[in-house]
């Protein structure tokens, strides 16, 4: 089976770099974002409540990581959906490839393009004097972290669209993903969100990763926050390939 | 090779995906290559080849990119991925267009690389429905002479198709179904043998009472369905036999006859009288009887 997950993994990496329009929106919304955060919303740092941080944007970037994650999530699931809709997954089904192996094959392509996010996104905020205050060790721990979630988002992307097998109901999904994120610790601390969003948020499993993320840039390289974010998000993962392989089953029932 | 025939609804696609294990039957069974499509569904994929309605291939890739990606899938060694590529590309005639992505091929170049790609792992069964829907004359026939070629190399090809000459040219058996149901099956001479008889077509110069026209070929003949003005279809008793009597009779009723026609049963006659209806498209069967040139 193995060989059969690295071949659909390249085909889905070729085919992500073939397509700007796949890749960029992952990199070009969320450094938008992050510049406007960082330019306008900088005051907040006074506020009370928020922790002490040497730079806002050391605070602001694990918020552009888990955000370009997330859209590498749904970039995977519209994929996925324009495959179904144009019949591809069907050779692919028809083959003696184990089916587990069309969800794997795409949930690698997931985690290498996380990786490339995480990368271009640490650059990105040391380019512009973000510090890394838990050295080496930390960009080990953000990649970790970084990719686990984003393997997870992309299964959840994956299960979306085997369930929607639709690319526009997919898409559809695009500003749910920004609801879910706000309602997070991405952004702001908890301290500073109002009832009932800091009472979601300190459930919604976007906000242990954020911290996970955050914690070995913004403050040090301490465990527990790291743990609790990759427990989140390797839940995440399990659960959305266990989900994606019933949706599969599913839908080659009901089809 | 088995001709599955049938109008649009009737099944054919649905049966397909059942066979080739992407649909999941809700009763009875069905068995291909020797095993169980529902229980031993990895068993029949390892030995069916598959190409569907509608070449599903990727666009941003290379059709060698595609060729090698589907031998991976099924399990071909990869040394000899490359080998095994590069020879089927060469056999459908894409050798000159391998390198380039698939989204610059035109229909027919398509079709032959959906074909190559279902027979790179050397199926003992090969699944094409409806190959050559869209094509032009030239695809279509270079298509035919492949699968022919398929057929003569031993492989069980199950075709679908809307076009009756397609079945009738290549087909060894054929099944007719209608409703989700097989109405009928055997050889194609078998099949129209048992239709039997030919028919006349006539049009007349006046489709005004065309009712009266059809009272008077009744006393003479099987009447048909016509579907256009002015045209009327009679199944004859005694062959050409018939004719002179039908044109004395129409003559003394006032009908003046523009056009006949005597034709011998077709699969198309074998399929209005199995299904009380002509199938659709098969008035754009391709006409020429010329030898599909090689590949």
Not at chain 1, 1 to 10: K, S
Not at chain 1, 174 to 194: G, M, T
Not at chain 2, 7 to 15: E, L, Y
């Given at each position: 089976?193995?060989?059969?997950?690295?071949?659909?993994?390249?085909r889905?990496?070729v085919n992500?770099f073939r397509k700007?329009?796949?890749?960029?929106?992952?990199?070009?919304?969320?450094?938008?974002?992050?510049?406007?955060?960082?330019?306008?919303?900088?005051?907040?740092?006074?506020?009370?409540?928020?922790?002490?941080?040497?730079?806002?944007?050391?605070?602001?970037?694990?918020?552009?990581?888990?955000?370009?994650?997330?859209?590498?999530?749904?970039?995977?699931?519209?994929?996925?959906?324009?495959?179904?809709?144009?019949?591809?997954?069907?050779?692919?089904?028809?083959?003696?490839?184990?089916?587990?192996?069309?969800?794997?094959?795409?949930?690698?392509?997931?985690?290498?393009?996380?990786?490339?996010?995480?990368?271009?996104?640490?650059?990105?905020?040391?380019?512009?004097?973000?510090?890394?205050?838990?050295?080496?060790?930390?960009?080990?721990?953000?990649?970790?972290?970084?990719?686990?979630?984003?393997?997870?988002?992309?299964?959840?992307?994956?299960?979306?669209?085997?369930?929607?097998?639709?690319?526009?109901?997919?898409?559809?999904?695009?500003?749910?993903?920004?609801?879910?994120?706000?309602?997070?610790?991405?952004?702001?601390?908890?301290?500073?969100?109002?009832?009932?969003?800091?009472?979601?948020?300190?459930?919604?499993?976007?906000?242990?990763?954020?911290?996970?993320?955050?914690?070995?840039?913004?403050?040090?390289?301490?465990?527990?926050?790291?743990?609790?974010?990759?427990?989140?998000?390797?839940?995440?993962?399990?659960?959305?390939?266990?989900?994606?392989?019933?949706?599969?089953?599913?839908?080659?029932?009901?089809? | 090779?088995?001709?599955?025939?049938?109008?649009?609804?009737?099944?054919?696609?649905?049966?397909?995906?059942?066979?080739?294990?992407?649909?999941?039957?809700?009763?009875?069974?069905?068995?291909?290559?020797?095993?169980?499509?529902?229980?031993?569904?990895?068993?029949?994929?390892?030995?069916?080849?598959?190409?569907?309605?509608?070449a599903?291939l990727d666009p941003l890739m290379t059709g060698s990119e595609l060729i090698e990606l589907q031998?991976?899938?099924?399990?071909?060694?990869?040394?000899?991925?490359r080998?095994?590529g590069a020879?089927l590309i060469e056999r459908v005639g894409l050798s000159g267009a391998a390198g380039r992505r698939v989204g610059t091929y035109s229909g027919g170049m398509r079709r032959r690389l959906d074909l190559a790609m279902?027979?790179?792992?050397?199926?003992?069964?090969?699944?094409?429905?409806?190959?050559?829907?869209?094509?032009?004359?030239?695809s279509?026939?270079?298509?035919?002479?492949?699968?022919?070629?398929?057929?003569?190399?031993?492989?069980?090809?199950?075709?679908?198709?809307?076009?009756?000459?397609?079945?009738?040219?290549?087909?060894?058996?054929?099944?007719?179904?209608?409703?989700?149901?097989?109405?009928?099956?055997?050889?194609?001479?078998?099949?129209?043998?048992?239709?039997?008889?030919?028919?006349?077509?006539?049009?007349?110069?006046?489709?005004?009472?065309?009712?009266?026209?059809?009272?008077?070929?009744?006393?003479?003949?099987?009447?048909?369905?016509?579907?256009?003005?002015?045209?009327?279809?009679?199944?004859?008793?005694?062959?050409?036999?018939?004719?002179?009597?039908?044109?004395?009779?129409?003559?003394?009723?006032?009908?003046?006859?523009?056009?006949?026609?005597?034709?011998?049963?077709?699969?198309?006659?074998?399929?209005?009288?199995?299904?009380?209806?002509?199938?659709?498209?098969?008035?754009?069967?391709?006409?020429?009887?010329?030898?599909?040139?090689?590949?």
């Open positions: 089976m193995r060989p059969a997950v690295v071949a659909l993994a390249r889905a990496l992500a700007p329009q796949f890749l960029a929106p992952l990199v070009v919304f969320p450094s938008l974002f992050l510049a406007i955060n960082v330019g306008g919303l900088g005051a907040t740092r006074s506020l009370e409540g928020f922790p002490q941080v040497d730079g806002f944007l050391d605070y602001q970037l694990s918020a552009a990581i888990l955000q370009s994650l997330l859209l590498g999530g749904v970039s995977a699931g519209i994929a996925v959906a324009l495959d179904i809709e144009g019949g591809f997954f069907d050779r692919l089904a028809a083959s003696p490839t184990p089916r587990v192996a069309l969800v794997l094959g795409r949930v690698l392509a997931a985690s290498v393009i996380a990786a490339v996010q995480v990368v271009y996104f640490l650059i990105l905020g040391l380019a512009f004097g973000a510090t890394i205050q838990g050295g080496v060790l930390g960009v080990l721990c953000v990649l970790l972290v970084g990719v686990v979630a984003g393997t997870g988002f992309g299964a959840l992307g994956v299960l979306i669209a085997l369930r929607a097998r639709s690319a526009s109901t997919v898409q559809g999904i695009f500003p749910l993903v920004f609801v879910v994120l706000f309602i997070s610790s991405a952004f702001f601390p908890l301290e500073l969100l109002s009832s009932p969003a800091d009472v979601i948020a300190r459930y919604n499993p976007l906000s242990f990763i954020a911290d996970a993320i955050r914690q070995p840039i913004a403050f040090s390289n301490s465990l527990w926050p790291v743990l609790e974010g990759l427990l989140a998000a390797t839940v995440l993962t399990g659960a959305s390939i266990g989900l994606s392989l019933l949706a599969l089953r599913g839908r080659l029932r009901d089809a | 090779m088995y001709g599955f025939l049938g109008p649009n609804g009737a099944g054919k696609t649905t049966t397909v995906r059942m066979l080739v294990t992407l649909l999941r039957p809700t009763g009875g069974h069905a068995r291909v290559a020797g095993f169980d499509v529902a229980s031993q569904a990895s068993k029949v994929r390892r030995r069916i080849g598959v190409a569907l309605q509608e599903a031998a991976t899938l099924h399990g071909i060694a990869p040394r000899s991925v080998a095994r020879e279902a027979l790179i792992h050397w199926p003992e069964v090969l699944f094409l429905d409806e190959p050559t829907t869209g094509l032009d004359p030239t279509r026939l270079t298509l035919w002479a492949e699968v022919r070629r398929l057929r003569d190399e031993g492989t069980t090809v199950f075709l679908t198709t809307q076009y009756l000459e397609e079945a009738d040219q290549l087909t060894d058996r054929i099944g007719i179904i209608a409703d989700g149901r097989i109405v009928a099956e055997g050889t194609p001479a078998s099949l129209k043998a048992e239709v039997g008889r030919p028919h006349l077509d006539l049009v007349l110069a006046d489709g005004s009472d065309l009712a009266a026209a059809r009272e008077v070929v009744a006393r003479h003949g099987d009447r048909r369905p016509s579907t256009e003005d002015c045209h009327l279809s009679i199944g004859l008793q005694r062959g050409a036999a018939d004719i002179a009597p039908i044109l004395r009779a129409l003559d003394d009723a006032g009908f003046e006859v523009a056009e006949l026609e005597l034709k011998q049963p077709t699969l198309d006659d074998v399929f209005l009288d199995k299904t009380g209806e002509h199938l659709e498209g098969a008035s754009d069967d391709v006409e020429t009887e010329a030898e599909p040139a090689a590949v």
